[in-house]
């Protein structure tokens, strides 16, 4: 076989690292000192950190933006704190800064946070190192809300995808460490079902009956070819959560009805709330629920209000 070329080695790096590469990957390739000077005047690399350049074009993709940043900030790094988060799907916002964290001294730089713990436990999530949930936990704790810690918790305990537990994080803050005061509040606090909403309209109305005590629903549980937004079985009631986006045209709200007049028929009764209502009259919305619950009733047909 014959030997590949610099440009071709240095291409397959930048392909198995998303995008970027690293001055010291090209160097123990044996590509020499003068070729990556040449690439950077010719623009065949664009410096992106120090030592770390975008391959062939300047943008990156999410992707190869964070493995630059790991390439920055050298061997044995992984994505921690918001960024692992995010990464594994347990935040739908990507963090304005590149969270890592980083063996040696690599100092942070304007959209990267670089920690240097004393240990770093990782392993591969799509593609990219990412430390254990539990230290990125902890790490994100100074950055999210209590009920934002609650949903990443709930998310994480049941993605079985991510290798993480509860007893895992519970031994992870045992001692003490930064973080662990929030972390422990949102395990106490654990609401699994958060994990089954699909939007933040859905994750609103379960805290809801959180704060106004009224059992816990299941979120999107399938009922025959439809899934109802919020069910209690025992109580064989169901709430559907009316979004402007999904529920004004007339197509929608004939599909509604139809969706409805088939969950009665089932022997449900459905009630319905519109972000409005949820947002700004939760009393209300809560005694709705509440008498429905104990008290079932003929639901309201969709656009009934």
Same mark, same amino acid.
């Given at each position: 076989m014959r030997s590949l070329s610099p440009l071709e080695v240095a291409s397959e790096?930048?392909?198995?690292? *998303? $995008?970027?590469?690293? %001055?010291?990957?090209?160097?123990?390739a044996g590509v020499d000192r003068s070729q990556i000077r040449r690439w950077v005047?010719?623009?065949?690399?664009?410096? +992106?950190?120090? $030592?770390?350049y975008a391959w062939g074009r300047p943008e990156l993709t999410d992707k190869g933006e964070q493995s630059a940043g790991l390439l920055f900030a050298s061997k044995g790094s992984g994505l921690t704190g918001l960024s692992a988060l995010w990464w594994q799907g347990l935040l739908e916002?990507?963090?304005?800064?590149i969270h890592i964290d980083a063996p040696g001294y690599a100092a942070s730089r304007q959209d990267l946070r670089i920690r240097h713990p004393r240990e770093i436990n990782r392993h591969v999530h799509k593609g990219l190192p990412v430390v254990d949930l539990a230290r990125s936990l902890l790490v994100a704790s100074a950055d999210l809300? @209590?009920?934002?810690?609650?949903l990443v918790l709930a998310r994480a305990d049941y993605d079985k995808d991510i290798p993480f537990s509860?007893? &895992?994080?519970?031994?992870?803050?045992?001692? $003490?460490?930064? /973080? &662990?005061?929030?972390?422990?509040?949102?395990?106490?606090?654990?609401?699994?079902?958060?994990? %089954?909403?699909?939007?933040? *309209?859905?994750?609103?109305?379960?805290?809801?009956?959180? +704060?106004?005590?009224?059992?816990?629903? #299941?979120?999107n !549980?399938?009922? /025959? %070819?439809? !899934? @109802?937004?919020?069910?209690?079985?025992?109580?064989?009631l169901i709430v559907e959560l009316d979004g402007t986006d999904a529920h004004s045209s007339q197509a929608q709200l004939?599909?509604?009805?139809?969706?409805? #007049?088939?969950?009665?028929?089932?022997?449900?009764?459905?009630? %319905? *709330?519109?972000? @409005? #209502?949820?947002q700004f009259r939760d009393a209300w919305v809560a005694a #709705?629920? +509440?008498?429905?619950?104990?008290t079932p009733r003929t639901g309201r047909r969709a656009g009934t209000r």
């Open positions: 790096i930048a392909g198995s690292c *998303f $995008g970027p590469v690293a %001055r010291w990957q090209l160097l123990g005047i010719c623009e065949r690399m664009f410096p +992106r950190y120090p $030592g770390v916002r990507r963090p304005k800064l809300e @209590p009920n934002s810690l609650r509860l007893p &895992s994080l519970q031994e992870a803050i045992r001692h $003490g460490p930064v /973080g &662990s005061k929030a972390v422990r509040a949102a395990m106490a606090s654990h609401l699994p079902a958060l994990a %089954r909403c699909a939007n933040d *309209f859905e994750i609103d109305f379960v805290l809801l009956c959180e +704060r106004h005590g009224i059992p816990i629903p #299941e979120p !549980v399938k009922k /025959g %070819r439809f !899934v @109802p937004d919020m069910t209690w079985e025992e109580h064989k004939a599909s509604d009805a139809r969706k409805q #007049e088939w969950l009665e028929a089932q022997g449900y009764t459905v009630i %319905r *709330f519109t972000w @409005p #209502e949820v #709705e629920t +509440r008498a429905s619950l104990t």
